[in-house]
């Protein structure tokens, strides 16, 4: 029977994630660094960041199945899974994260954090920080491709609509598995952080200098190399009083 696994501020925060990426992403391959798009590719980037972070948080004090302690992080279990995945015969299933959806969500987690570290050192003009910026951006197309081939994998082999799960939260397994609640209060709250995240980046962007003041943090940021954010490209706003 279909049981209730993923809560509802894990959702959020995979289409969240997913619809930030996509967008940087398209920007970032369809126009220039210098040009007027840019910054917005930048802003993204930032809400992608924050919301890794809220799923970081989540991680250590959500339900069940949302916490890092029931990932399947041991390499050998990892082996053991892809070994299984092409073999004939029926393969273990697993309610929460099998682990590779484990170890996808660590670098998909390190990659989005990454993006916006190096990100931000573009903005110094940090010609290193560029490239890792690249191979960071590309790791992480790669990552989620391959996510989502095992999951179409998945689907076909166990005749099971995964992808649904992280619609309504539900997926196979024993009753003993599900967790109680989806946590509907929590989602919202994710929802009212992000979103207040999100309003703050909008109302402290400077389309005329290409900068951005980071909400609760009063850090100005150049977005891109075209940004003016002052020396090493950023300042206080202390400065301009």
Known sequence: MRILVWDLPVRLFHWLLAGSFLAAFLIAVST????????????????MGFVVVLRLVWGFVGTTHARFTAFAWSPVALVAYMRAAFSP????????????????SAVIFACALGLGATGIAMS???????EVHEVLAWTLLATVGAHLAGLAWHTLRHREAIGLAMVDGRKVGDPGAAIRSARPLAGLAFLALTGAWTGGLVNGYDPATATVTLPGIGT??????GGEGGEGGEHHDDDDE
């Open 124 to 130: 110094s003009g940090s010609e290193v920080a560029e």
């Open 89 to 104: 015969g029926a393969a273990r299933r697993w309610v929460g994260h099998n682990p590779g959806s484990s170890w996808a």
């Open 32 to 47: 220039d660094d210098d040009g007027t798009l840019f910054p917005v590719h930048a802003l993204f980037g930032l809400v």
């Open 220 to 225: 100005r940021i150049a977005l891109g190399e």
